[in-house]
């Protein structure tokens, strides 16, 4: 079946400007994750959405950082006024809690360039 | 908060050997702990997962200890092949959350040469 896919693959934006990441989980997952991976460091990160409940934002580094999931399936995660240490790329990932397996799904990514 | 260690030099050995990734931790020790394989270019790939009353966890050619005395993880690849050069996640569930938010590690990059 379908992975998760993410939307747009690369995007290289000018400081200042806003922009929005798309993801599309696996249907049926009812958890799904925004990470961040900067050059050579590991994930972090940044929001949790599980079904209908608010969405756990702990991890969003400022405000200008915000993510929504319309219709427990797809995320749009946006960064306002993009800086250029929002450089990095952001991962979504997808799980199914419901078998206890805990296993995260990821896409591949979104490259975010900011100049 | 959770930090986790691993080997950020990179580990190179010749195929057939075996391969062995640490990640150590501090602070609490996790319900769980699970290893990811990560490819340039690609997301994060699942491997195994061990829960803190599991010892060792096997699947096929891989090997996962977890040691909650030494806040320690070891991770094997017997027989390894060129194709298992990747760099590898360690990643720790964030203090028995119920939404299975994961802490990561660097990764440590394996490079196996034939």
């Known amino acids: 079946g379908a992975g998760v896919s993410q939307s747009p693959s690369n995007k290289v934006t000018e400081k200042g400007k806003d922009v929005e990441l798309r993801c599309d989980p696996i249907?049926?997952?009812?958890?799904l994750y925004w990470y961040r991976q900067s050059l050579g460091q590991g994930l972090e990160f940044l929001i949790y959405?599980?079904?209908?409940?608010?969405?756990?934002k702990s991890g969003l580094p400022s405000d200008r950082f915000s993510a929504e999931r319309t219709g427990g399936s797809v995320s749009t995660l946006t960064i306002q006024r993009t800086q250029q240490e929002d450089s990095a790329v952001y991962l979504c990932?997808?799980?199914?809690?419901?078998?206890?397996?805990?296993?995260?799904?990821f896409g591949p990514g979104t490259r975010l360039t900011v100049t | 908060s959770q930090k986790i260690e691993q080997n950020s030099e990179a580990l190179n050995i010749q195929e057939g050997k075996t391969a062995t990734l640490t990640c150590n931790y501090t602070?609490?020790?996790?319900?769980?702990l699970q290893w990811y394989r990560q490819d340039p270019g690609r997301g994060p790939v699942f491997l195994l997962l061990?829960?803190?009353?599991?010892k060792e966890k096997r699947k096929e050619r891989l090997k996962v200890t977890f040691d909650t005395t030494l806040k320690q993880s070891l991770f094997h690849i017997t027989a390894s092949q060129p194709a298992d050069s990747a760099t590898y996640l360690c990643?720790?569930?964030?203090?028995?959350?119920?939404?299975?938010?994961?802490?990561f590690g660097g990764g440590t990059r394996l490079m196996v040469k034939p």
């Open positions: 990932a997808s799980s199914s809690l419901s078998d206890a397996s805990y296993e995260q799904y």
């Open positions: 249907s049926g997952h009812t958890a």
């Open positions: 959405f599980q079904g209908n409940s608010a969405p756990d």
């Open positions: 602070n609490y020790s996790p319900a769980y």
């Open positions: 061990i829960r803190e009353n599991e």
């Open positions: 990643a720790l569930d964030q203090n028995n959350n119920a939404g299975n938010m994961l802490t």
